[in-house]
């Protein structure tokens, strides 16, 4: 199985790459991972709120492929504990035979042919985070799973 994180726009601030870049090379360390950007939308201001998830949403259906296991981060979706995202992880890795795909939404969220397309969603806070900065937080608890799974000293309960 690989993990894919599919994301809407570059990461412009410099704190952000940084750090996600070393989880992201701390990640490869222990399952096949990529995060994919889809380039942002131009000319925002002359779309509704809905016209920008749309066109945000035909750009993800062209990123998925055939056989993708689709789960959404979204603030409403079911919450873990890091122990229990681990396991989630791990029940993953026997059940999904090519891509499990998680999926940032845009600034508003996202279209409802996305949330159609998903099989899961999976909320990280019920607060809101910027689309930036979820990236991190998940691509960390991410990372955590992967230790917990292999025994590594690095979550404490
Ligand atoms: C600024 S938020 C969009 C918030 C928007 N009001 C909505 O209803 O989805 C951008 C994206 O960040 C992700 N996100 C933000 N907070 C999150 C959380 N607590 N848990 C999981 N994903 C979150 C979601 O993918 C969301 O679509």
Do not use: C, W
Request: net charge neutral; charged share 25%.
């Amino acid at each position: 199985m690989k993990i894919s994180l599919l994301v809407i726009g570059k990461t412009d601030a410099g704190y952000f790459v940084d750090a996600i870049r070393e989880y992201e090379n701390r990640l490869g360390h222990y399952i096949p991972f990529e995060m994919q950007i889809i380039p942002d939308i131009k000319n925002t201001k002359n779309l509704s709120e809905d016209q920008q998830k749309e066109k945000e949403g035909d750009l993800i259906v062209k990123n998925l492929q055939t056989g993708d296991y689709i789960v959404l981060l979204d603030e409403r979706g079911k919450e873990f504990s890091s122990l229990q995202f681990a396991s989630y992880i791990e029940k993953k890795t026997h059940t999904v035979a090519k891509r499990l795909v998680f999926i940032i939404g845009g600034p508003y969220g996202f279209a409802e042919t996305i949330y159609n397309r998903a099989s899961e969603k999976i909320s990280l806070s019920k607060m809101t985070f910027s689309h930036q900065m979820i990236r991190l937080i998940f691509i960390e608890q991410l990372y955590r799973a992967m230790t917990i799974l292999n025994n590594e000293p690095y979550h404490h309960e």
